[in-house]
């Protein structure tokens, strides 16, 4: 396995940086730190355009490396590219497979992750990406449906800790209290100031990430309810095992690591919302994993509502077992055999023993 970055390869000098003075994938981070007038749906629709007007020089570019690199498969996990991605490597390298894995619960057409018509692999976390593809028209052997969004594989064997009241008790919290977690990202987000001050009757434990600004106005503010404010931490998923229900934005990592945690979610679905996450608020509600609020002004009332009815929402949240970073790997596996068997079966005559050389050429993602 080689790990690429896409823009390196295609701008290996940095111009898009020097002209614009951030990164392309950086589009929507901006939005919110800066405040940009447009609207989040027509910047990515900005993006879009651009990516379509530069797509022959972008697959000119790719199937320069293609040639050079040679791989016997390549994975994308990015989107809005993926046309250039797929046209250059079937122009260079016919019959070495693409596959797309999306990191979001579904796509956001058009363009975005899944191109209507193209030879690729699609790998689906939700029935409703599953439909999607089906309706672009992808075959449906390159259709494939995982448990869920990739994580980590720590976090799909995360077990209750054994020490978790102690923990609790060193965090400065109630051991048999609700208690819930407030995670926005790694820069956090002025938002938890809201919610803390909505919630003060409420255990929370509360991750700031590198924002030490944010930890220390969380300090500072009063609380009816034991309560911990921490910065940065490597300990995310021990953290999260301490908690009872989550609460944050939509973003498809967070919302899925929480989920195999065993914690009810809390989110929020509004014009702020990222594209591209819109409908991981709408899943949240459809499979009943928890709460989501228009406004996070209401992010006090919706705690009250779910702590009433916890059991319920755990229950539901129990029945998800995302085991999708496992099954990526068989997956793989298999469409590599699928090419070498496809490949050995096309040749006029070929011996055993070379078809058997051939198939230990192609490593082994598994």
Known sequence: MRCVNLVDMVDPR?????IT???PEAIYKLHLARGWTLGLSQELKLLQAMVRLMHAWLVDRLQRHWHGSRPDMVMSLVPNFNRALGESLAGSLPGVPFVTVLT???DHPPHFWIEPGAT????CGSNKAVLQAQAAGIEASHIHRASGMI???DFCDAGAPADRRA???ALGLDPDRPTGVVMFGGQGAMTMLSIARQLDDVQLLLLCGHNERLARRLRALPSRAPRAVLGFTSEVRRHLQLTDFFIGKPGPGSLSEA????????????????PQERYNADWVREMGFGLVVENWRDTGAAVHALLAELPRFRERVRGYD??????LSELLADILARRDQSTISSRPSVRSTSAVRLSTQSPSLA
Not at 14 to 18: C, D, E, I, V
């Open 14 to 18: 940095g111009m898009f940086r020097r």
């Open 21 to 23: 003075g951030f990164a």
């Open 104 to 106: 979001d619960l579904a």
């Open 120 to 123: 690729q692999h699609v790998v």
């Open 151 to 153: 994580l980590r594989p």
């Open 167 to 169: 923990a609790r008790l």
């Open 259 to 274: 989920l195999q945690i065993g914690l009810a979610l809390i989110t929020a679905r509004n014009a702020w919302t990222l």
């Open 322 to 327: 995302n085991r999708a970073v496992f099954e």
